[in-house]
């Protein structure tokens, strides 16, 4: 069974930093990443990491986010700097384990003054 357990999301000012943090199974995945739904929006990518560190970004976030890895205890890392009002959404953890998908509860990020 796999378990992912989010955390770090909150309220930020414009121009602010978070972190957020998804531990997940103590399993191998190929994929980690990140995925968003804004309010009326569908939910899109946000950001991927492959086991060998290669990175997808979506080019909303893209010199501002930075995703890692820990292989060791599966968890993924988004670090999220200059956060602008329009990257408010509900961030949901997303992990591959043999062609299949999981995804978190989701973890709200709201950025507002």
């Known amino acids: 069974q796999v378990q992912l357990v989010e955390s770090g999301g909150g309220l930020v000012q414009p121009g602010g930093s978070l972190r957020l943090s998804c531990a997940a199974s103590r399993i191998f995945f190929s994929i980690m990443g990140w995925y968003r739904q804004a309010p009326g929006k569908e939910r899109d990518l946000v950001a991927t990491?492959?086991?060998?560190?290669?990175?997808n970004y979506a080019d909303s976030v893209r010199g501002r986010f930075t995703i890692s890895r820990d292989n060791a205890n599966s968890t993924v890392y988004l670090q999220m700097n200059s956060l602008k009002p329009e990257d408010t959404a509900v961030y949901y953890c997303?992990?591959?384990?043999?062609?299949?998908?999981?995804w978190g509860k989701g973890t709200l990020v709201t950025v507002s003054s």
């Open positions: 997303y992990v591959v384990r043999w062609g299949v998908d999981y």
């Open positions: 990491v492959t086991s060998g560190g290669s990175t």
